[in-house]
């Protein structure tokens, strides 16, 4: 069982940045796949970016490719996600999930974190 809580959400202007943190419970956060979906408001969550077990391959979708750094440390059981140059779209409940997949897809995700809100104001 992993639990996951994150953090780091908040308001913040069009072109700023922001990190968020994804705190995991649990020993086995190591051998996990950690990812980051989003959803704005009346829309489906969608992939963000997502990081293998031992950090070393990273995948982004395409339209966020270059604005956007995940990362993790498995000594901290924390994964992270930096934005740049942020924009009003970005604004949505960020989440990160745990998987045994490095995947694009939700459903190849076993546990979800409660998510938190990044609002970007023009």
């Known amino acids: 069982q992993v639990q996951l809580v994150e953090s780091g959400g908040g308001l913040v202007q069009a072109g700023g940045s922001l990190r968020l943190s994804c705190a995991a419970s649990?020993?086995?956060?190591?051998?996990?796949?950690m990812a980051w979906f989003r959803q704005a408001p009346g829309k489906e969550r969608e992939f963000v970016a997502a990081?293998?077990?031992?950090?070393?391959?990273?995948r982004y979708t395409d339209s966020l490719k270059g604005r956007l750094t995940i990362s993790r440390d498995n000594t901290k059981n924390t994964v992270y996600l930096q934005m740049n140059s942020l924009k009003p779209e970005d604004t949505a409940v960020y989440y990160c999930?745990?998987?045994?997949?490095?995947?694009?897809?939700?459903?190849?995700?076993?546990?979800w974190g409660q998510g938190t809100q990044v609002t970007v104001s023009s």
């Open positions: 990081i293998i077990w031992s950090g070393g391959m990273t």
């Open positions: 649990g020993r086995t956060f190591s051998s996990y796949a």
């Open positions: 999930a745990a998987g045994r997949s490095y995947s694009v897809y939700r459903r190849e995700y076993e546990y």
